[in-house]
């Protein structure tokens, strides 16, 4: 166990063994870091939803992330390892999260784009309702960094395609049933002599494509008209959510100010 220090410090020690006629010195230096001085710190500046063309969303999270040791002179630099977002809000979150992705916003712009912004690392978590997910990823940042960050989320496709699967089965049985009838009319949509195959998928498409536009909205960078109403936020809860480290020590950071509020994304 090494004596009590009052910051970082390089300590000496001497070992020296004799048999009373002869004796031998050896020395070695360790590094002793003051764990009490790693604290890392996440200052929200600003925050976003933002509305993607295809209807995916993103959120914007901007902010200073502060690296406080001992190291005045020589500030040491910092590791950025892994975020996790917690979202909450309505239904089971967990099915709506499979598209998620995080991008660092690398021009600082403010603007999600994605052949400029590159992506941080990948998901390696996915728990079920109010759901978490979890990226790792490696960045080094300065011990006072300001930084943006989008997470985006394919909501809005998601939604759209299963509303529209539940009302093609319907909408198949209901033609279904119309053509039979017309049956022994001898005469299917008004026109005599074709095959009830080919009259059953044309009434289907004329019936799914009005009802599943208008339950799934337009999902081309406007507003989405969706019938089901609700709003999901990602949130970092806890502070093991944000992992910092130093990266020459590998000494990890206590994180003050959380928890982090995301903007709302609708549903």
Do not use: H
């Amino acid at each position: 166990m090494s004596p009590p220090v009052d910051a970082d410090q390089s300590l000496l020690f001497e070992v020296t063994v004799s048999d009373g006629v002869s004796s031998a010195t050896d020395r070695t230096t360790v590094f002793v870091a003051d764990l009490d001085l790693r604290k890392g710190k996440f200052e929200q500046t600003a925050q976003e939803a933002v509305l993607l063309s295809g209807g995916a969303q993103a959120v914007l999270f901007k902010g200073k992330i502060t690296w406080n040791s001992d190291q005045a002179n020589t500030p040491e630099e910092v590791l950025w390892t892994r975020m996790r977002f917690t979202a909450a809000g309505a239904g089971d979150e967990s099915k709506l999260l499979s598209g998620t992705a995080l991008y660092l916003d690398s021009d600082n712009d403010g603007s999600f784009d994605p052949e400029k912004d590159r992506q941080l690392g990948q998901k390696v978590a996915l728990e079920s309702d109010n759901a978490s997910v979890s990226f790792s990823f490696g960045e080094t940042l300065s011990p006072d960094s300001q930084v943006g960050f989008f997470l985006v989320v394919d909501l809005a496709s998601r939604v759209k395609s299963s509303r529209a699967w539940v009302v093609f089965p319907w909408a198949l049985a209901a033609a279904g049933l119309w053509s039979l009838r017309q049956r022994n009319g001898r005469r299917v949509l008004g026109l005599s002599g074709l095959p009830i195959i080919i009259s059953l998928l044309g009434i289907s498409l004329l019936l799914v494509l009005p009802l599943g536009a208008a339950c799934g909205g337009s999902g081309g960078g406007g507003r989405k008209s969706g019938a089901r109403g609700g709003e999901v936020r990602f949130d970092l809860k806890r502070p093991e959510d944000i992992g910092l480290q130093g990266k020459s020590t590998g000494i990890s950071a206590v994180i003050e100010g959380l928890p982090v509020r995301g903007a709302p994304l609708d549903l």
